[in-house]
């Protein structure tokens, strides 16, 4: 059945969220030397061509909210915190949030950034006497294609003008736990976003194949090499 379901509310809600992306691109919104994002990329020889773009189109380019596309495995929190080097050399305070605690913990633990549960943060910005977030705060997502639209268009209301937001994730992988789809509507919106697509967490080529073909939704072709390597054992 080619129909989707939704209610105008919501719908409403996810044009209002891309449409906030588009509106802030190219606003000069946190910003750093790109000859400082480049010296500090040079310092990291082992990352990616695609991980270097990527860092310095957070870093420099200026958009008020950017979206980062990456498939499993690329490289994502490594690169974001290279990225975190360069923010806080610059006075700035990236807050890393997620829906899951455990991804908050990995964010925390390989970015390097304080991280908490999406969930925790709107909770404290909700609090009656909250100072709100402070002036040079940079709000990273990560995993954000898993946030229901309804939680993400909070923790925007409560973002300052001058505050950045990363939003960091795959549309191909775990739907949204709750209603959402605005990550697939700003990937749909705008065609230039910093993207990872070389998987460099597996390094045997089949494994490789066969989890592209499950993010392609090829899962019958997947989950054949997952059986026949003996990773899946089939019963009755």
Known sequence: ???????????????????RVIDG???????????????????HPSLSDEQARMIKAITTGGHRI????????????YALGVANTIWTGYGYRPIGVAYAGKTARGLQAGAGSESQTIDRL??????????????NSIIVVDEAGMVPTRKLAQLLDHC????KIVLVGDHHQLPEIGAGGVLRGIVERIDDLPTLTEN???HHRPERDALAELRDGDVGTGLDWYIASGRVTPCD
């Open 200 to 202: 460099r967490r597996q």
């Open 160 to 163: 300052r003008p001058d505050t």
């Open 122 to 135: 709107l909770t404290q910005l909700d609090r009656p006497g909250h100072p709100g977030l402070a002036e």
């Open 66 to 77: 950017d979206a980062v596309i990456g498939v499993a495995g690329s490289g994502k929190t």
């Open 25 to 43: 691109r190219h606003t000069n919104t946190v910003t750093v030397d790109p000859r400082a994002a480049t010296e500090t990329i040079a310092d």
């Open 1 to 19: 059945d080619p129909r989707r379901w939704s209610t105008t509310e919501l719908v409403t809600l996810e044009h209002h969220i891309v449409d």
